[in-house]
């Protein structure tokens, strides 16, 4: 199995109880927990039984030393994790949403550690060593210049190396704001553009390809829930032309009915052969999973990264494009089911949702 490099931010996830809000909990009981787009999916590869390791810098704290051994009770490769005297770990407040509410996300990031961690400090020679494959998202970058100059550095260093590189574009507005006088969209849009030259991989939704690219597809409307699925692949194929090098495009399929309700699916195309894939399919015709009760969908979409990544590097399962589609998809369904940012599910269980078999039955 490909060793898995990822490189970002991780944070303590704070929260109330399930469907309260924070004003209702504090003062009181919260939960605390970690999290982070990039450590997200190195848990969750590691969880399905492939070799993740996370680049990362944490202040000498206690509850930074939790954080790390939370990563390595879950199987992630935590040597390369910086630990220094300067900054902060950040924080990041969650309220789950339930059925017309939606969740809701506040930061608390600034000063931290990795933000503060100069371009020169990484040793990408070392870091690289016996990599297959380097990912990382568009919220790395967004988080100070420093970690924006890292971020272009290492994606130059991998392909040079020969190290497959993907990026998960997610757009976070509130955090591209280092850049005195530029937009949010227009900042993201430039460091981006600086990044996709040496990205294999492109992972995303509807909503970053408009953001971040300026790429709509069709009639397509967040907000209402509705998705225009067929106009996906001519948002793919816009992203290859202008980015040649790019040779998959995987976008995830959301429809929110509610918080609490989630239509579920996904698109991945493939530039040989200008071939498209939908999951799941049932006879013959893309059919998403109807998630009618989640329990928390923060995560979701990076399971489903690093599920795809899993199984294009799994020996049976890469052998075809769309089985492997349909085990990320299957993943990242069962991820909604799981209180967390980390996806505690095991290949197996993945492979049996495949098979069809959502009953949701007691296994004895």
């Known amino acids: 199995m490909a060793r898995l490099i990822t490189f970002g931010e991780i ?29 997200n999916v190195a848990a969750s590869y590691s969880l399905l039984g492939g070799e993740a390791a996370f680049v990362t810098a944490l202040p000498r704290c206690p509850l930074a030393d939790a954080c790390v051994g939370y990563l390595k009770s879950v199987g992630v ?62 919220i790395t ?115 929110s009915i509610s918080a609490t309700h989630n239509n579920w699916g996904a698109m991945l195309w493939v530039n040989e052969g200008d071939r498209s894939y939908f999951a799941p399919v049932k006879n013959g015709y893309y059919q998403p999973y109807h998630i009618t009760d989640i329990v928390d969908r923060v995560g979701a979409g990076d399971s489903f990264a690093a599920s795809l990544l899993f199984a294009l590097h799994d020996p049976e399962l890469s052998s075809d494009y769309g089985t492997c589609l349909s085990f990320a998809v299957a993943a990242s369904c069962l991820c909604h089911t799981i209180h967390g940012d980390f996806n505690f599910i095991s290949r197996s269980e993945v492979v049996a949702l495949m098979k069809g078999d959502a009953s949701g039955r007691v296994r004895r």
């Open 141 to 255: 970058p967004a988080i100070s210049e420093a970690a924006a100059k890292s971020a272009i550095e290492a994606a130059r260093f991998a392909k040079t190396a020969g190290v497959g590189v993907s990026i998960d574009l997610n757009f976070r507005k509130k955090l591209w704001n280092w850049r005195s006088g530029t937009s949010a969209k227009d900042l993201a849009r430039t460091i981006v553009g600086e990044i996709l030259p040496y990205v294999d991989i492109v992972f995303g939704n509807e909503e970053d390809a408009s953001d971040m690219l300026g790429i709509k597809a069709g009639t397509t409307d967040i907000e209402s829930g509705n998705l225009d699925v067929e106009r996906y692949p001519d948002v793919a194929r816009k992203i290859a032309m202008r980015y040649p090098n790019v040779q998959k495009v995987a976008f995830t399929l959301r429809e």
């Open 11 to 39: 944070m303590a996830r704070v929260e109330p109880l399930p469907t309260y809000r924070l004003r209702q909990s504090i003062p009181g009981t919260v939960n605390i927990s970690f999290a982070g787009a990039e450590a």
């Open 77 to 138: 490769d935590t040597s390369l994790i910086f630990q220094r005297e300067k900054g902060r770990m950040g924080l990041f407040f969650l309220e789950t949403g339930s059925c017309q509410r939606p969740s809701s996300v506040w930061y608390d990031r600034a000063d931290s550690s990795f933000s503060m961690l100069e371009p020169e400090a990484y040793d990408w020679n070392h870091i690289f060593m016996n990599a297959s494959w380097f990912h990382f998202s568009g």
